[in-house]
Structure formats: structure tokens, C-alpha cells
């Protein structure tokens, strides 16, 4: 598919449509002096009450040609209606949908120029893409029906129309058409809940489009999207939006981003969850977060927030909850605390040869010794790797931690007392 694509938005470097005002006007006046447009002063209390005559009798809606004779003059307030014969017929190619007929037409005359001489997109439209020498226009399947009317201006302006697509509608899993009730729809929106550009584009590129010849691969690069898309293999039917589905996609986008990329595109949510968050330290930790992330970006922050907020000292409820009595805690805590102090080099190597003996230390469980400092270092029982956890927080923070439980089960005990 070569040559210039226009997707439902301007191309870029085109002026916008209020410097190009003279251009649509000059084109809409050529159709009034063609014979297919005409000048409308009709009122709106005119046109309400036409409509709702319409609607008694169940006829069609739409404007009933009162102004096509009247030769209303250029120095009142009008619009510029494009006139559809009756009885018209249109054919056209629809790249994805094949040979599209429509006899007869059953569109009324539509405006094109309003009153304040502004076009309606049914006529910029069509001069913006001749004028841009546009080949292919891709656009969603609700505007169909206005196909014959767009089909019908370029027959009268003698212009050749472009290779028109009309790309199926996406629907919920409930089979109506997407929408906010289903959950994001703008891009805005899934980029602030973490989801990745390419993670996005990838799968609505599988939204109704299949590589065809039996290829099942999902996961495409940009480079691979490019070289493999066609209209051809585009499917007529709708195309449903799984969430579920968008979300594992991400999940495998983010396991194999770069650890300074998947950094840098982390960093924001962390912020925005007003985490003091330290770049160096999420850095070091991507490696060890990167397996748990199975969503969005947003998944980092539990993962992440002990490093950046004091957490709440070890003591009775936690012990409790452990099913750990306040005394058997605090010999966990005071053990591991003593063999931490003396480690010079605090990576994750040398904390887990610190610890290695903390169950036969503190007479507890391997279970219970290491969940009883999981909770006191980081505040969750289920964390990245508690070993890399508390060398990526670092001696003095780690060791401040088990000594305020420590110190929090001792005044529990001597309040027992």
C-alpha cells in the first residue's frame, strides 16, 4: 500500500482547516455554480418542524429540497447543500468489504458550507485528500453510510477518488461498541495506566487483522508490522477489545524491555504515586521486578514502595500474624540484625551468606525466620527477592528496620510484664 495514507486524523504539516477556508469555499461555490449545490437560508424553526412531520408520517429524516429552486441570494445567512438526485445509484470498491452498492440512494441533501463558512467534514474532507494527493483512506466502518455522499461530490468534481477502507468496529465483550464503560478508550488513557506504545499498537493490529496462511505469531516489531500489513487481510466482521488479552501482551512487552528503558518508563508512575523514588536504586532493582510485572507499568509500584517510604516497625499485630509469638519475633529480628552488622560489602551475595544461619540462630523455621524479616524490611509478605531487596535498600536502612521491631516487640513485652 503505497502513497499517502490518511487515517481519521490531518496529515502532519497541513495547514489547519481555518487557513484553508478560501480553498473550501472556492470548491463549494464551483458546485453551486455546477448545479450540484445550492444556496439554504431555511430557519431552524423550519427545519424542526419538517423533521418532526417526518417522524408523525415515518418517513426518512432529513432535509425535504425546500431551497433547491428558491435561488436564495449570496447576501443572506445560508449554507450550501450538496443536491442528491433522486433515485441516484452508487457503486464503489471498498478495499476491505469488496463492490458496495447502493440503489437507490437514500441520503437527503446534506450541507456541506455553513453559515459561518466553515466546511463540514463531508467536504474538507474530500479537498484535503485531493489536494494532499491522498491514495488510501482508512476509516472506521460507521462512516459508511456517508460513503455514497462523498462518492457523489467527487463524481461532481470530476475528481478520482482514493482507495477507501472501512476498517471493522471494535466492540466489549458484551458486543456493543466500545466505549468508556468498558474501560480506556483514548491512547491517553492506556498510557497513563501503564500500558506500553508498542504493547498497544501490536495488539490492535491483531483487532481485526491476521497475518493469514495459518501464521499464528502475535508478537510483531513495528519493522514486522509494516513489512506484513495489508488490506487485503483485514476482516469485515467486528473485532472484540479483550482487556485480559492487552494486558498479557504488556506483561511480555515489559519482560523484554531494557532495564534502563523499562527505568525510564517506570520512573513517572512512581512519581505520580508520590514515591520519592531514587533512579539508581529502581534501577538496580529491575532485574529482580521484572518477572512479577505481569500487567501495566503500574505493577512496579508495590514492588518498589519499601525502598522510598519508612515502613511501619515489626511489631505485636505483624508477630500475630505470623502466627509467631512476640518473644520467638524479636530473637528472629535481633539475630539477623546481629549477623548484618558486620557485613562490609552488602550485595545481595553477601546478605544471604550473612543470613544463611538465621534459622538455627534464632530457633525458628526457615519459613518463619526469613517471612518474619521479609515483613519487617519491606512491610509485605510477598516481595521481589528478600536477599536483593535488602541489599538494594542498604546496610543502614535494613539494619534501622529490624531495630525498630526489635524495639517494638521489646516495649510489647515489658507492658506484658
Same mark, same amino acid.
Given at each position: 500500500?503505497?502513497?499517502?495514507?490518511?487515517?481519521?486524523?490531518?496529515?502532519?504539516?497541513?495547514?489547519?482547516?481555518?487557513?484553508?477556508?478560501?480553498?473550501?469555499?472556492?470548491?463549494?461555490?464551483?458546485?453551486?455554480?455546477?448545479?450540484?449545490?445550492?444556496?439554504?437560508?431555511?430557519?431552524?424553526?423550519?427545519?424542526?418542524?419538517?423533521?418532526?412531520?417526518?417522524?408523525?408520517?415515518?418517513?426518512?429524516?432529513?432535509?425535504?429540497?425546500?431551497?433547491?429552486?428558491?435561488?436564495?441570494?449570496?447576501?443572506?445567512?445560508?449554507?450550501?447543500?450538496?443536491?442528491?438526485?433522486?433515485?441516484?445509484?452508487?457503486?464503489?470498491?471498498?478495499?476491505?468489504?469488496?463492490?458496495?452498492?447502493?440503489?437507490?440512494?437514500?441520503?437527503?441533501?446534506?450541507?456541506?458550507?455553513? +453559515?459561518?463558512?466553515?466546511?463540514?467534514?463531508?467536504?474538507?474532507?474530500?479537498?484535503?485528500?485531493?489536494?494532499?494527493? +491522498?491514495?488510501?483512506?482508512?476509516?472506521?466502518?460507521?462512516?459508511?453510510?456517508?460513503?455514497?455522499?462523498?462518492?457523489?461530490?467527487?463524481?461532481?468534481?470530476?475528481?478520482?477518488?482514493?482507495?477507501?477502507?472501512?476498517?471493522?468496529?471494535?466492540?466489549?465483550?458484551?458486543?456493543?461498541?466500545?466505549?468508556?464503560?468498558?474501560?480506556?478508550?483514548?491512547?491517553?488513557?492506556?498510557?497513563?495506566?501503564?500500558?506500553?506504545?508498542?504493547?498497544?499498537?501490536?495488539?490492535?493490529?491483531?483487532?481485526?487483522?491476521?497475518?493469514?496462511?495459518?501464521?499464528?505469531?502475535?508478537?510483531?516489531?513495528?519493522?514486522?508490522?509494516?513489512?506484513?500489513? +495489508?488490506?487485503?487481510?483485514?476482516?469485515?466482521?467486528?473485532?472484540?477489545?479483550?482487556?485480559?488479552?492487552?494486558?498479557?501482551?504488556?506483561?511480555?512487552?515489559?519482560?523484554?524491555?531494557?532495564?534502563?528503558?523499562?527505568?525510564?518508563?517506570?520512573?513517572?508512575?512512581?512519581?505520580?504515586?508520590?514515591?520519592?523514588?531514587?533512579?539508581?536504586?529502581?534501577?538496580?532493582?529491575?532485574?529482580?521486578?521484572?518477572?512479577?510485572?505481569?500487567?501495566?507499568?503500574?505493577?512496579?509500584?508495590?514492588?518498589?514502595?519499601?525502598?522510598?517510604?519508612?515502613?511501619?516497625?515489626?511489631?505485636?499485630?505483624?508477630?500475630?500474624?505470623?502466627?509467631?509469638?512476640?518473644?520467638?519475633?524479636?530473637?528472629?529480628?535481633?539475630?539477623?540484625?546481629?549477623?548484618?552488622?558486620?557485613?562490609?560489602?552488602?550485595?545481595?551475595?553477601?546478605?544471604?551468606?550473612?543470613?544463611?544461619?538465621?534459622?538455627?540462630?534464632?530457633?525458628?523455621?526457615?519459613?518463619?525466620?526469613?517471612? +518474619?524479616?521479609?515483613?519487617?524490611?519491606?512491610?509485605?509478605?510477598?516481595?521481589?527477592?528478600?536477599?536483593?531487596?535488602?541489599?538494594?535498600?542498604?546496610?543502614?536502612?535494613?539494619?534501622?528496620?529490624?531495630?525498630?521491631?526489635?524495639?517494638?516487640?521489646?516495649?510489647?513485652?515489658?507492658?506484658?510484664?
Amino acid at each position: 500500500m503505497d502513497g499517502r495514507v490518511r487515517k481519521g486524523f490531518r496529515r502532519p504539516g497541513f495547514p489547519p482547516s481555518s487557513l484553508r477556508l478560501p480553498r473550501y469555499q472556492e470548491v463549494a461555490e464551483h458546485l453551486v455554480a455546477g448545479g450540484h449545490a445550492y444556496r439554504c437560508d431555511c430557519s431552524p424553526e423550519r427545519l424542526e418542524a419538517e423533521r418532526q412531520a417526518q417522524q408523525a408520517r415515518g418517513a426518512t429524516a432529513g432535509y425535504d429540497g425546500y431551497c433547491r429552486i428558491r435561488n436564495v441570494s449570496a447576501e443572506i445567512p445560508h449554507v450550501i447543500r450538496f443536491h442528491i438526485p433522486a433515485g441516484s445509484t452508487v457503486t464503489f470498491r471498498d478495499a476491505i468489504r469488496g463492490e458496495v452498492v447502493w440503489d437507490p440512494v437514500i441520503l437527503k441533501d446534506a450541507v456541506i458550507l455553513k +453559515t459561518d463558512g466553515y466546511p463540514t467534514y463531508h467536504l474538507c474532507s474530500l479537498i484535503d485528500d485531493h489536494d494532499t494527493e +491522498t491514495t488510501h483512506v482508512l476509516r472506521g466502518e460507521e462512516w459508511l453510510p456517508s460513503a455514497p455522499l462523498h462518492m457523489l461530490i467527487y463524481q461532481a468534481l470530476g475528481w478520482t477518488p482514493p482507495t477507501i477502507a472501512h476498517l471493522p468496529v471494535i466492540i466489549g465483550k458484551d458486543g456493543r461498541k466500545l466505549s468508556k464503560r468498558h474501560g480506556a478508550t483514548f491512547v491517553k488513557n492506556f498510557r497513563e495506566d501503564g500500558y506500553l506504545p508498542d504493547a498497544l499498537l501490536n495488539y490492535l493490529l491483531l483487532q481485526g487483522w491476521s497475518a493469514g496462511g495459518g501464521d499464528e505469531q502475535e508478537i510483531l516489531t513495528r519493522e514486522e508490522m509494516i513489512a506484513r500489513f +495489508t488490506l487485503e487481510q483485514v476482516h469485515a466482521a467486528p473485532a472484540t477489545f479483550s482487556y485480559e488479552k492487552l494486558a498479557w501482551m504488556n506483561g511480555l512487552y515489559m519482560r523484554n524491555t531494557p532495564d534502563a528503558e523499562l527505568t525510564a518508563l517506570i520512573m513517572p508512575f512512581l512519581l505520580q504515586a508520590r514515591l520519592p523514588a531514587d533512579e539508581s536504586q529502581v534501577r538496580r532493582m529491575i532485574p529482580y521486578i521484572r518477572e512479577r510485572m505481569t500487567n501495566t507499568l503500574k505493577d512496579a509500584i508495590p514492588l518498589l514502595e519499601f525502598l522510598f517510604v519508612e515502613t511501619p516497625p515489626f511489631g505485636p499485630r505483624e508477630a500475630a500474624d505470623l502466627k509467631l509469638e512476640p518473644a520467638n519475633a524479636r530473637r528472629i529480628l535481633e539475630a539477623a540484625a546481629a549477623a548484618m552488622r558486620p557485613v562490609d560489602s552488602f550485595e545481595p551475595s553477601d546478605v544471604e551468606r550473612a543470613l544463611h544461619q538465621l534459622p538455627e540462630t534464632s530457633g525458628a523455621s526457615k519459613k518463619a525466620a526469613f517471612m +518474619t524479616v521479609r515483613v519487617a524490611i519491606t512491610g509485605r509478605k510477598v516481595t521481589p527477592p528478600l536477599f536483593e531487596c535488602i541489599s538494594v535498600l542498604g546496610k543502614p536502612r535494613a539494619i534501622e528496620r529490624l531495630d525498630r521491631g526489635i524495639s517494638a516487640l521489646s516495649a510489647d513485652n515489658d507492658a506484658r510484664r
